[in-house]
Structure formats: structure tokens, C-alpha cells
């Protein structure tokens, strides 16, 4: 009878002769790549923090392998996870509310002067929600009159102020729903957020390295040769960062009563601003992109060849 087990009488190798000619080319692959990926992260560390990540961004841009909105929209997804939805809600004086016992022309006058599509209904007291009101639906109710505008009411969604915005942005895509009515630490309503509102900090509340923290106020060039600015912008960083004045006009100035970009282009303008409006002041045009709560938050701004 043979030494040899059947498998060696049928050419195969023993069961713990294999492993020792396959796997030690198999470790010295597996060493080899561990070794070039040790290297290039010497040369080239990633980031260890948010504030690394958003300068390597800034590199990114500077050496054009993203443009500047790409870089904005990045480091504004990076920014939410720190804000919570006490940061950027519409506070609660500020709401626009429908009472439920309104009439309807009251309502639909209300609902054409503010151009929102969905309201918060309370009933006897503002901290007393019932519900939202799409605007759309009113479309029901004007043609039957019959129908009860409570029965048109979806259900609110309530959100504590400490809600970071990164988690309620992923439940607003969850249960489709764009509004949620801010409470505070005792129960009662804080203010208003919209999934529009949440967004707005992707694509516009961008913070440069490079900024001074202490000024309130933003100023940010894009990719087309215009310029984001924020609505709180003190006038006087507006003035030095283009090289306008704004303050003096026909020898007066104009702007003694403002501090804010905002406030001044709203007082020339002559009623609160809303999103698309233009206006041309000291050689710069002037478009309103986003507004909150009757304050513009984002004008875009370009050089205009006429000055009105």
C-alpha cells in the first residue's frame, strides 16, 4: 500500500503544501500595495478636519479641477452638519400664518401677497397650529364653496430648535414633506423652516477661510463674474469690496439710516423685495436670489454698464 494519500496519486497537492507556494506572493502583493498607499499618504495626507477639508477644497478650485459654485455647494454640505434648525428657521413673529376662521378672501389675499406654497393654520392663538395649508388647495375651495377649509388641512410636522440640519434635510426627502414648524425647549413655536431654507445653506451660506469672523456679512465671486452677496453685508464692506459709493448721492447721504446692504436696497426699491427683483445702484446691478421673512438673504451682484 502507498505512503501517498489518493490526492498526491492524482496529481493534486497536499492540503499544507499548497499555502506555501501560492500565499507568500499573495503577502508581498498585499505588503507591496500597503507600502504605495503608506507613501502617497505621506506625500499627499488627506484632511484630518472640516477646516483641512474646506482649504484642500480651496485648492481644488485654485488649481481649477472644480469651479467656484462646485466648491460652495461642497463646503455648504460640510456646514450643515454643524447647524441645527434654530440657526436658520423664520422666527415665529415673523410667520406668515392663516387663521382657520378667516374668510376666504382674507386668505387668498394673503396667500398672492406672499407667494409661499404652503402655510402653517392655527386656530384661536398663533402657538395653536392645526395643521398646513397648501395653496394650491384653495383652488378646491373657490370652486365648492361647500367644502371645509379644515378638511383641506395636512398634518404639521414639529422639529426641536437643537434638529440638525444634515438629519432633518434627509427626513424632508423621507416623508416629502418641505415645512416643519420649529418648538423651543418648553413646547412652545419657535419659528418656521422649509426644506427651501436648508438648501439655501448648500448652495449660499458659504464661509471662506480666508474671511474675517469678526464682519458680519459675506461676499463670495462666482464662476460667471458676479458676486454673492449677503443681505446683512455691512454697506461700508459693500463700498471698499467694489469700489462704489454708496452713501453719498446728489451730495447727500443717503444711507445714514442703513447699516446693511439689505436695508438699503430695500428703502430704495420702496416695499420689501422679492426673489427675482432688480435693482441698479452706483454702477452695480443688484438681483434679489433668495429672501426670509421679508429680509432679502442673497442678492447676486454684477457690474451694470448704466446706473439708475
Known sequence: MSDHPPAARNGSRDNNSAPLSVQPGLHRQEDRRGILQKIAEFIHPGPDSKEELMETLAEAEDNQVIGAESRAMLEGVLRITDMTAGDVMVAAPRMDLIDIDAPFDEILHLVIETSHSRFPVFENERENIIGILMAKDLLKLQRAPELNLRALLRPAVFVPESKKLNDLLRE??????????????????????????????????????????STEGDIYALADSTWRVSGDTPIERVEQSFGVDLQTRDGEDATEEFDTIGGLIAHEIGHVPKRGERFTLAGLSF??????????????VSASPTDT
Open 287 to 300: 438681483v434679489v436670489l433668495h429672501t426670509k421673512g421679508g429680509a432679502v438673504k442673497w442678492f447676486k
Open 172 to 213: 424632508f426627502k423621507g416623508n416629502r414633506n418641505h415645512l416643519a414648524i420649529v418648538i423651543d425647549e418648553f413646547g412652545r413655536t419657535a419659528g418656521i423652516i422649509t426644506i427651501e431654507d436648508v438648501l439655501e445653506e448648500i448652495v449660499g451660506e458659504i464661509e471662506d477661510e480666508f474671511d474675517d469672523n
